[in-house]
């Protein structure tokens, strides 16, 4: 590779991760208007989200509904404060809807509604039904030969649910290589860790077994993550794509990192003032 390339590359992921901070920052502030929010999920995932949205996707923020779009589906409706994040700091939602996080006629409800939200595309409370939604419209595009990719975003709790795997079967039996996959591995869900409620693992081999294109990256750095997109998008095959995304809750804010993991992660008042300290000490802003 040649020292421009690398240059080059070097600058990129610099930039993907200045977007993954204000995400993660976006993510702290709503979390600080309602005391709440399910942040330690939106700090894990703000790398895979910053890849999403300044890597792969294809959008018009003046235009959410831009029929040539990408379609970007977030199946886990709880991790809307972080899909929120991205939007903003992508210019579909403007910067003052974050005072307005989680109130009353919001357009940032606390769980994900497609009609509330310009580029939310699903409504994904329930879980195990996005994927299959992401199927259908995969298929709806092939029908109308338009080049417009479904990414989805799941969870590895969402891979307890049967209607995740029918939709993976149904995928590859159609050959839908314009769906990605992205299952955010953290290994948390409401009742205990997911591993405990129920095991995963092998969780790579059984999407290979189900006949798709699989990658498996640490989901917190950008590089093998710029690499796992660049790889899943550029293939030839006709597979559909999965890229395995294993993160870590509360990433960057070292007190969350460290604080006992349970689904939803508790911030007391006097945190949130702490944890935006902590976010700008590790991306040096001053």
């Known amino acids: 590779m040649s020292q421009t390339a690398t240059s080059s590359q070097a600058s990129a992921i610099e930039a993907l991760r200045q977007r ?22 939106a700090l894990g995932v703000a790398d895979v989200l910053a890849v999403s949205y300044f890597r792969a996707l294809k959008l018009d923020p003046k235009n959410p509904e831009w029929e040539e779009r990408d379609r970007f589906l977030l199946s886990i409706g709880h991790y809307a404060i972080a899909l929120y994040a991205v939007l903003i700091e992508a210019g579909v939602i403007a910067e003052e809807e974050i005072e307005d996080y989680g109130s009353d006629d919001s357009i940032l409800p606390m769980s994900g509604m497609a009609d509330y939200t310009p580029g939310m595309e699903i409504t994904g409370g329930s879980l195990g039904h ?21 990414f989805n975003l799941l ?17 590859a039996h159609w050959k839908l290589d314009n769906l990605i996959a992205l299952v955010d591995v953290n290994d948390q869900q409401a009742d205990d860790k997911s591993s405990t409620v129920l095991n995963y693992e092998p969780i790579a081999d059984k ?45 960057g804010v070292p007190f969350l990192e460290t ?5 939803f992660i508790r911030v007391d008042e006097n945190e949130w003032s702490v944890a935006l300290k902590q976010l700008d000490e590790v991306y040096g802003v001053q």
């Not at 649910?161 to 079967?169: K, L």
Request: aromatic share 8%.
């Open 20 to 41: 993954a901070y204000k995400i993660r920052r976006n993510s702290l502030r709503m979390g600080e208007v309602q005391g709440q929010g399910y942040v330690g999920q």
């Open 130 to 150: 996005g994927l299959g939604i992401g199927v259908g419209m995969a298929l709806g595009l092939k029908r109308k030969e338009s080049d417009s990719r479904i």
């Open 155 to 171: 969870s590895d709790g969402e891979l307890n649910e049967g209607s995740t795997w029918e939709a993976v079967a149904s995928a």
């Open 207 to 251: 999407w290979v077994a189900f006949g798709w294109e699989t990658y498996r990256v640490d989901g917190n750095d950008l590089e093998a993550l710029v690499e796992a997109f660049d790889s899943a998008m550029q293939s030839n095959s006709d597979k559909p794509r999965v890229i395995i995304c294993d993160t870590l809750m509360g990433r």
């Open 259 to 263: 604080r006992d993991k349970t689904h």
